[in-house]
């Protein structure tokens, strides 16, 4: 069963510190593996898109690692700030004729001041 | 500005009724998404379109239906017969092929009263 599983469910930091986020999969034909961000209540938003080829990569201060050998992905967030308080959900895309989605349930991060 | 627009935001449905939700593209992608949030869940994929005209079963499609007569519009339908509608309801969009971004729309929220 082509499954995505995150950890941990939840994460309460102070601002300025940094954290790391986990995701395992088991989806196969794998296409791709994205990171969103989606604030309460509105729709997610990519961070980043990394294939099988790519082992990480950076979109400003978020770091996503993949590691296609053992399935298991990171996003590192770096001198959090207040506004990345929001849930992180990590998604893997199957390599299938409309590559299908298939989420994690996501990590709630909040960022205190 | 191109984007994907839901409308509306919140949606109230007494029992027993169908109810549209909105779901528009000035993106010029030809494959579209529905999905479903349920607390504590992945998003789950209702119907899915890859071109005008034509559009697949996703894994909950059962009491929902929809069309696709133009290439920006992917309007979803919430009948009597879905047992549970009341959930966060996202559209997508993206282009063709593979490693594509998928773009969200900000949801819309129906609840059943």
Same mark, same amino acid.
């Given at each position: ?113 | ?46 119907y899915y379109s890859?071109?005008?005209?034509d559009f697949q ?9 929809v069309s696709r ?14 047992? *549970?509608?009341? =959930? !966060?309801?996202?559209?997508?969009? #993206? %282009? +063709?092929?593979? *490693?594509?971004? =998928? !773009?969200?729309?900000?949801?819309? #929220? %129906? +609840?059943?009263?």
């Amino acid at each position: 069963k082509n499954q995505v599983e995150q950890s941990p469910q939840s994460l309460i930091i102070l601002e300025g510190k940094n954290c790391t986020l986990q995701c395992n999969y088991t989806v196969s034909p794998f296409s791709n593996l994205r990171w969103y961000k989606q604030d309460t209540g509105r729709g997610p938003v990519s961070l980043t898109i990394m294939t099988f080829s790519e082992n990480t990569k950076s979109n400003g201060r978020y770091t996503a690692t993949l590691d296609a050998d053992t399935k298991q992905s990171s996003l590192h967030i770096t001198a959090s700030q207040l506004s990345d308080s929001a849930s992180y959900i990590c998604v893997v895309s199957l390599n299938t004729g409309f590559q299908k989605l298939v989420f994690g349930t996501g990590t709630r991060l909040l960022v205190s001041p | 500005d191109g984007g994907i627009t839901q409308s509306p935001k919140y949606l109230f449905r007494k029992e027993g009724q169908n109810v549209t939700l909105s779901c528009e593209q000035n993106l010029n992608h030809d494959a579209m998404y529905w999905y479903r949030q349920d607390p504590g869940q992945g998003l789950r994929l209702i119907y899915y379109s890859q071109i005008v005209n034509d559009f697949q079963k996703g894994d909950i499609a059962e009491g929902y239906s929809v069309s696709r007569e133009k290439k920006e519009s992917f309007p979803l339908t919430v009948t009597s017969a879905q047992k *549970n509608p009341t =959930a !966060f309801y996202l559209c997508a969009s #993206r %282009l +063709t092929g593979q *490693n594509t971004e =998928a !773009f969200f729309g900000q949801g819309t #929220r %129906l +609840t059943v009263v």
